[in-house]
């Protein structure tokens, strides 16, 4: 059984897509941000740079993993899916993997807090992160008229990468033009583990836009 540390985010959501994808059974325990419960010292045992998502591995010795990255490489890894076992073939998934991880979501996150959070807008900031999401967009709808799926095969490479670009218009990001990956994003957003993991931790309601930038503002204050 897996114990899941999450809350409703593109990063959160790449672990319950794997999950379910994965079939592998597991416990959510949602998070509240806005009330800094990734902050608690129970949390930082677990993860210490006080993120979502984290998980706990309890039928490997309550072993934990933290950095959605590593996460969904330990879970591919456990269960021997959604990574290719040959050298070559894990590399080019790992590649994406990396692009994922240190483009498209620390730049789109940065789109997010600049266009969405901060407490005065600041044009210069929002469009040097907003021009540099949709080159990384451009990256992938190049990659995607050239493969299905973003390593060949579909794989965590594309479980990474989807949550966050199904988010772009939260960021103020056009995918215009780019038909490839349009055509992936429905591809993938089709899937039903996609979609039951997208829906992970479940909310009563979405929240208002006041409640967003407050809970926004709190955490950057953190």
Do not use: C
Not at 18 to 34: I, S, T, W
Not at 44 to 49: E, G, H, K, M, S
Not at 141 to 155: F, H, I, N, Q
């Amino acid at each position: 059984m897996i114990d899941l540390y999450t809350a409703a985010t593109p990063n959160g959501w790449k672990a319950s897509i794997a999950l379910e994808e994965l079939a592998m059974p597991y416990q959510v325990k949602a998070l509240r941000l806005d009330q800094l419960e990734q902050k608690e010292e129970a949390f930082l045992r677990i993860n210490p740079n006080g993120r979502i998502p984290a998980i706990v591995d309890r039928d490997a010795g309550d072993f934990a993993v933290f950095e959605s990255g590593a996460i969904l490489l330990y879970l591919a890894e456990k269960a021997g899916k959604l990574i290719p076992a040959d050298a070559k073939g894990r590399s080019r998934v790992v590649q994406w993997l990396m692009f994922q991880m240190s483009g498209v979501g620390p730049m789109q996150g940065q789109a997010n807090v600049f266009f969405r959070y901060a407490p005065v807008q600041i044009p210069f900031a929002i469009e040097r992160y907003q021009k540099e999401t949709r080159r990384l967009y451009e990256v992938l709808d190049r990659r995607l008229g050239e493969a299905e799926y973003l390593a060949g095969d579909y794989s965590i490479a594309d479980i990474a990468t989807w949550p966050w670009v199904s988010i772009h218009e939260w960021a103020g990001v056009s995918v215009d033009g780019l038909d490839h990956l349009k055509r992936w994003l429905d591809a993938v957003g089709a899937r039903p583990a996609v979609q039951r993991g997208r829906a992970v931790p479940k909310v009563d309601r979405p929240p208002d836009a006041e409640e967003i930038q407050k809970a926004g503002a709190k955490i950057l204050g953190k």
